[in-house]
T-cell receptor, first 116, second 114 residues
Framework: AQSVTQPDIHITVSEGASLELRCNYSYGATPYLFWYVQSPGQGLQLLLKYFSGDTLVQGIKGFEAEFKRSQSSFNLRKPSVHWSDAAEYFCAVASDSGAGSYQLTFGKGTKLSVIP | GAGVSQTPSNKVTEKGKYVELRCDPISGHTALYWYRQSLGQGPEFLIYFQGTGAADDSGLPNDRFFAVRPEGSVSTLKIQRTERGDSAVYLC????????????FGPGTRLTVT
């Protein structure tokens, strides 16, 4: 069965510093990978996704992620964090149980705090 | 345009009661998903609709949970004989189709069972 691990429960960075959030997945086939952000009281918003092709994908709000098959990783990065980036971040993998659903399996999330 | 909406935003009920949670997907989206997010966890898949039919209900925890989407648009998640362990945020998502399409999430319904 597929699974997603986000090793860091909580990360604190200073505004302007770089950021890397880790994600490891377990999936037998070609993974379809996503990063979502959840702000308090808000729904989940898609930051970026990887389906195939270039392993470095660009997303919204200046985020990027790199797919590394050899490490089963899909880490999220941002070169300079803004205070508004404080939120919870979820990595997810899409899988199909055979019914064509491609439902998402999420990690437990990483909470990002930003120090002004 | 309008996003996915969910009502109510908060629901408090007593153990043993019946509850209904509603999801209004984005117009024209054929795929609809329900997820449940417990405190400190990521969302977990419950059920998937393609049109009016529940194509995959493998994530429903037991037979107290049921969902419908009678006209292929609005969906209702129904929970019978609620238990304290059902307390969570219930999220609905819709997408234009399945593979390759983004799932758009609603703000969720926070269910508290006392």
């Amino acid at each position: 069965a597929q699974s997603v691990t986000q090793p860091d429960i909580h990360i604190t960075v200073s505004e302007g510093a770089s950021l890397e959030l880790r994600c490891n997945y377990s999936y037998g086939a070609t993974p379809y990978l996503f990063w979502y952000v959840q702000s308090p009281g808000q729904g989940l918003q898609l930051l970026l996704k990887y389906f195939s092709g270039d392993t470095l994908v660009q997303g919204i709000k200046g985020f990027e992620a790199e797919f590394k098959r050899s490490q089963s990783s899909f880490n999220l990065r941002k070169p300079s964090v803004h205070w508004s980036d404080a939120a919870e971040y979820f990595c997810a993998v899409a899988s199909d149980s055979g019914a064509g659903s491609y439902q998402l399996t999420f990690g437990k999330g990483t909470k990002l705090s930003v120090i002004p | 345009g309008a996003g996915v909406s969910q009502t109510p935003s908060n629901k408090v009920t007593e153990k043993g009661k019946y509850v209904e949670l509603r999801c209004d997907p984005i117009s024209g989206h054929t795929a609809l998903y329900w997820y449940r997010q417990s405190l400190g966890q990521g969302p977990e898949f419950l059920i998937y609709f393609q049109g009016t039919g529940a194509a995959d209900d493998s994530g429903l925890p037991n037979d107290r949970f049921f969902a419908v989407r009678p006209e292929g648009s609005v969906s209702t998640l129904k929970i019978q004989r609620t238990e304290r362990g059902d307390s969570a945020v219930y999220l609905c998502a819709s997408s234009l189709d399945t593979f390759g399409y983004e799932q758009y999430f609603g703000p969720g319904t926070r269910l508290t069972v006392t």
